[in-house]
């Protein structure tokens, strides 16, 4: 298969310019509200269906992630099965059942969105993919490694959050309703995004449990991603919602 032989410093420079672009773009982000979901825009261009949107958008880091794992079966080992199974779990969810679960009806998102999010997901999947078939090497003692089983726990604490309070959301609407409604789980006492909070826990606990650079390179994306449009969705609320609770934050509880 067609893959670049890339050193180690190679790949870790590509990795940092990734990293640099991110905090750009999280920058940007606290500016721009990205019009997708309840921001979206006609401004932006040509758009495609939400549902599909979300499929094209999310598709290509399993892709690109797979190709560089059928490539490096024979150098995998149960840790890292583990962390490539953790990783595609959370990407089937999000490709092939959360677009099938919104009552999206009628709703558009701009391919101009759905196109970044395909280049950014082009390069975690290379950025993980890579690593998994060139670089990985965790000795058998990892599996009880504090980083490990910390990271295990709050991936499952986030994947739990985000799963729970993206079903509430979703199922603030009836089949073909396209209104919001206030949140009032006790998901939300604390946070306007649960489902974003629970997301961003997840890919931390990622991060921890593989202790390696893309992971946390990706981690640092996610962040750069959800915390502006926390930020967006907070402020959202506050504005279409005169009665909204003044103790709730955006992301984290009393924090952000
Ligand atoms: P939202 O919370 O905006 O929306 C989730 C779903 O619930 C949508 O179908 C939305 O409808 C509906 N909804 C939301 N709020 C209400 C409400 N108050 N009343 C009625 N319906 C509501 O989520 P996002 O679009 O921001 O994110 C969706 C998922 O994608 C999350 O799990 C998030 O973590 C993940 N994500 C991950 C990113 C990453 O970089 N890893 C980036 C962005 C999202 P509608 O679409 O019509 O608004």
């Not at 953790?86 to 999206?104: Q, V």
């Not at 609407?173 to 009032?184: A, F, G, I, L």
């Amino acid at each position: 298969m067609l893959i670049p032989d890339l050193t180690k410093e190679t790949y870790n420079l590509i990795l940092y310019v990734w990293i640099g672009i991110a905090i750009i773009t999280f920058i940007a982000l606290l500016n721009i509200t990205a019009p997708y979901g309840r921001h979206t825009k006609k401004s932006w261009g040509p758009q495609i269906s939400n549902r599909l949107g979300w499929i094209i958008m999310e598709l290509p880091v399993l892709v690109v992630l797979w190709y560089f794992v059928a490539s490096s079966i024979d150098r995998q080992t149960p840790i890292t099965w583990c962390m490539i199974g953790l990783f595609s779990f959370h990407y089937i969810n999000r490709i092939f059942i959360f677009p099938f679960r919104l009552r999206t009806k009628g709703k558009k998102m701009p391919l101009a969105i759905t196109g970044s999010a395909v280049l950014f997901n082009l390069m975690n999947g290379f950025g993980l993919g890579y690593y998994f078939y060139a670089f990985a090497d965790y000795p058998a003692s990892w599996w009880y490694d504090p980083r490990f089983i910390t990271g295990i726990i709050l991936f499952v604490a986030g994947v739990v959050i985000n799963w729970k309070s993206d079903t509430y959301l979703i199922g603030l609407r009836k089949p073909n309703e396209t209104h919001y409604v206030m949140p009032s789980s006790p998901l939300f006492k604390y946070v306007s995004c649960p489902n974003l909070a629970g997301e961003l826990l997840e890919w931390f606990g990622y991060a921890l449990l593989c202790w390696n650079l893309p992971a946390w390179t990706f981690f640092i994306w996610t962040a750069a991603n959800l915390v502006p449009r926390a930020l967006s969705h907070h402020r959202w609320y506050k504005a279409r919602f005169g009665e909204y609770p003044k103790e709730r934050k955006a992301i984290i509880p009393y924090l952000i």
